[in-house]
């Protein structure tokens, strides 16, 4: 792209080159040192006399025999039963993205449709609530929740969970629809569909696009979510992040710090495999709703 | 799209959004002017021939479950919650006013305060890494728009990582990193040449790490939004720009950095709103101690075995309000566009 002009002199590109590599020292070293130390024992990892042996796993060596130990993992997984709250999280996951996505789809289609005055304001309220923090609304949910007894459960916090989601749910997918031709559903329309039928045959099979990236976000927002999953459920339904939070509560006394940090890669690896696959959907969901402002 | 057809269509998203956003805030607006019963005492007088009469205090409990039924809401104690020493500290602060010579003092004082300490926290975490969070970002854009484009896709791709991992688990990665026994920390300490320097143990320490933090994780959303920005910058006008002579700077100024102008003000936007909401990494960090946002406020007092409900839901209007404090100006946009529009 670059014409003669535009090439960087010298100075400047070394300058550029060496911030670039900077930058992917920043992003990448954390993860890769965590993911390494997890092999290790905690006082490789967590190393007072001689920061080398994080890379060389002096410690690990002289308990284990080799530089790599799976005892972490073993603790985490096994001991601690973290895998109950993988399974959580896969099922968390899973519905809330299923169910916003067929609700939002719905509400989404209708308000990129309508040309009345109201959708405006239904989407300014739906930007106040995406604004608020998600902590802020919990305060609300325990008391009915302890009432009707249905406090700690998995299917509370999902449609919890949806609900949330919803206000970005609208935003992205209004703005996707708003991008197929209405003529599209009109001349349906004219062929004798009614609105639903337009949207069942006509919208449903171009909008998978769309769908996608904002699926990827609702997954985002619920694999991430600690705040609300923490306080609605219970010590048994945990998902994996409020498990890890209370990891670091109890293990640090416990020494089995390690535990945690295994618990931290395993959680962080579905998300590595997501933007591996997923790259250009989530670059191009991010700018989506900033390019058209 | 008919009324009818549009109810039905919407009815399911605007249900959930009622019942489960809606009416949780007008509940939390409820229970924060109402706070629990207290118990209802009585006194009884034990008088045994001989020893004499003595009074005693106990807790009637027929009277309190019936207080308790008759009004569950709780007494109505008006604006008092809002006011009392946990939140706005009306008191206290008027007697903070009177007492202190200079302002510095005044702050001194006033950071004493358990909902003060917290708001300068979330508003100088916001109004800190915000900023630093733009610059970095187009900084990132700028540097890696001149790679090669093989280098281009994996960059991004490892650009990503410290925005799309979990808050909580990201802040606990470096918090690890930054233990006194850690890489990090073990690092500044030989550079430091201090044996004992301690990013926990320090509340100025605590509070840049926190933001270092805020800016690894949130300038990856800038970089993408820019560099989508800059794939359509038109390249006459830079050459244009370079035909007049414009230095590379002069270029950056005049021409990258107007073109990019609404997409900052978007993730400028974005950004105070998600920054306000710090919550995540006062946990992974373990910086009660030092460091308190307004949210982590709300999760202590939700937390526990005494759920402190009132107390936590004055706390979130008055997030609530601060929230819309820093949407208005979005909001004003919106409604002249909308006007506009029409």
């Keep these: 792209m670059a014409s003669r002009a535009q090439r960087m002199p010298k100075s400047l590109r070394i300058a550029s080159t060496f911030f670039v590599i900077l930058w992917f020292i920043l992003a990448a070293f954390p993860f890769a040192w965590t993911v390494w130390g997890s092999f290790k024992v905690e006082l490789d990892f967590f190393s007072i006399s001689d920061w080398t042996n994080g890379l060389t796993g002096e410690r690990t060596k002289s308990v284990y025999g080799s530089a790599f130990t799976g005892t972490g993992y073993e603790g985490a997984w096994i001991q601690e039963e973290f895998w109950r709250n993988v399974l959580n999280t896969g099922i968390v996951c899973f519905f809330v993205v299923t169910i916003s996505l067929t609700v939002g789809t719905l509400g989404g289609y209708a308000l990129s449709r309508s040309t009345h005055n109201y959708t405006f304001w239904l989407l300014i309220t739906a930007l106040i609530f995406r604004a608020m923090p998600p902590i802020t609304l919990v305060a609300g949910y325990l008391l009915p929740f302890f009432e009707w007894n249905v406090w700690g459960i998995l299917p509370t916090t999902i449609i919890v969970l949806v609900a949330i989601n919803q206000p970005f749910t609208l935003w992205m997918l209004h703005s996707f629809f708003k991008n197929i031709p209405q003529e599209l559903d009109e001349s349906a329309k004219v062929d004798g569909c009614n609105q639903f039928q337009a949207f069942r045959r006509v919208i449903i099979p171009v909008m998978w696009p769309g769908v996608i990236t904002t699926g990827l976000f609702s997954f985002l927002l619920a694999y991430n979510d600690f705040a609300v999953s923490a306080m ?62 | 799209m008919r009324h009818k057809t549009f109810f039905w269509f919407f009815l399911p998203t605007g249900l959930a959004m009622l019942l489960f956003i809606a009416l949780p805030i007008v509940s939390v607006v409820t229970q924060s002017i109402f706070a629990p019963h207290e118990a209802v005492l009585v006194e009884v007088e034990n008088c045994t021939p001989l020893v004499g009469c003595t009074t005693e205090t106990s807790i009637d409990q027929e009277a309190t479950r019936l207080l308790r039924d008759a009004k569950p809401l709780g ?103 930054i233990d006194s026994r850690g890489i990090l920390g073990s690092a500044l300490i030989g550079l430091s040449g201090d044996p004992d320097l301690s990013l926990k143990a320090s509340t100025g320490l605590m509070w840049i790490s926190l933001m270092v933090y805020g800016l690894w994780h949130a300038s990856p959303f800038a970089f993408v939004v820019f560099y989508a920005g800059l794939q359509t910058l038109p390249s006459d006008q830079l050459e244009a720009s370079q035909i007049d002579g414009a230095t590379r700077w002069q270029q950056v100024k005049y ?51 005494t759920r402190q409900l009132s107390s936590a839901s004055a706390t979130s209007v008055i997030t609530i309000i601060g929230v819309a404090i820093l949407l208005s100006p979005v909001l004003v946009r919106t409604w002249r566009d909308f006007k506009g529009a029409r």
């Design chain 1, 232 to 293: 609605l459920l219970s010590e048994s339904n945990r998902t994996m992040v409020p498990a890890i939070a209370a990891f670091l509560g109890t293990t640090q006394t416990e020494g089995n710090v390690m535990f945690a940090v295994a618990a931290v890669v395993s959680a962080t690896v579905p998300l590595f495999i997501l933007v591996m696959f997923f790259q250009r959907q989530i670059v191009g969901g991010l700018t989506a709703g900033a390019v058209k402002g």
């Design chain 2, 75 to 177: 007494r109505f104690v008006g604006l008092d919650i809002y006011f009392d020493r946990g939140h706005l500290a009306i008191a206290e602060l008027k007697e903070i006013w009177a007492t202190s010579e200079s302002w510095g003092g005044f702050w001194d004082k006033l950071s004493n305060l358990p909902l003060y300490r917290a708001l300068a926290f979330t508003l100088t975490f916001t109004f800190v890494v915000t900023p630093l969070t733009l610059v970095l970002g187009l900084v990132i854009a700028l540097a890696i728009n001149s790679l090669h484009r093989h280098l281009k896709g994996l960059m991004i791709f490892f650009s990503l990582l410290p925005m799309i991992v979990t808050p909580l688990i990201g802040s606990m990665i470096l918090f690890w990193m």
């Design chain 2, 255 to 305: 021409v990258i950095v107007p073109h990019l102008m609404p997409l900052v003000t978007f993730v400028a936007l974005i950004q105070l709103m998600d920054n306000f909401k710090v919550f995540e990494p006062v946990v992974g960090f373990s910086a009660q101690a030092h460091a308190q946002s307004l949210s982590w406020f709300i999760f202590n007092d939700l937390g526990g075995e």
